[in-house]
């Protein structure tokens, strides 16, 4: 499984970005993909995700703010992200977990909410 992410950007607090992420390769066997973010000096949390039927699980920090969808045509999720803080400032990574329990993870994208 191959994970393309993109979207990430600079924004000003309370401003919007969205964060796509395409899969490519056995995505088949996909249950679950989500967004991940890790700050400097932090470890890399959960920051929502969506399983095959639509099921979606969010970080207390960002609920009401963000939202994840996926198209299951074009295999891609994407995480909407409005209100936007400093404190969520990350890089974010796109993950898909299989049935079998293997993880695969994309390349970071920066997000960082500046003035």
């Known amino acids: 499984v191959q994970l393309q992410a993109s979207g990430g950007g600079l924004v000003q607090p309370g401003g919007s970005l969205r964060l796509s992420c395409a899969a490519s390769?056995?995505?088949?066997?996909?249950?679950?993909m989500g967004w991940y973010r890790q700050a400097p000096g932090k470890q890399r949390d959960l920051v929502a995700d969506?399983?095959?039927?639509?099921?979606?699980n969010y970080a207390d920090s960002v609920k009401g703010r963000f939202t994840i969808s996926r198209d299951a045509a074009k295999n891609t999720v994407y995480l909407h992200m409005n209100n936007l803080k400093p404190e969520d400032t990350a890089v974010y990574y796109c993950?898909?977990?299989?049935?079998?329990?293997?993880?695969?993870w994309g390349q970071g994208t920066q997000v960082t909410v500046s003035s």
């Open positions: 390769g056995y995505i088949f066997s996909i249950v679950v």
């Open positions: 969506i399983t095959t039927d639509s099921s979606t």
């Open positions: 993950n898909a977990r299989l049935a079998t329990m293997n993880s695969y």
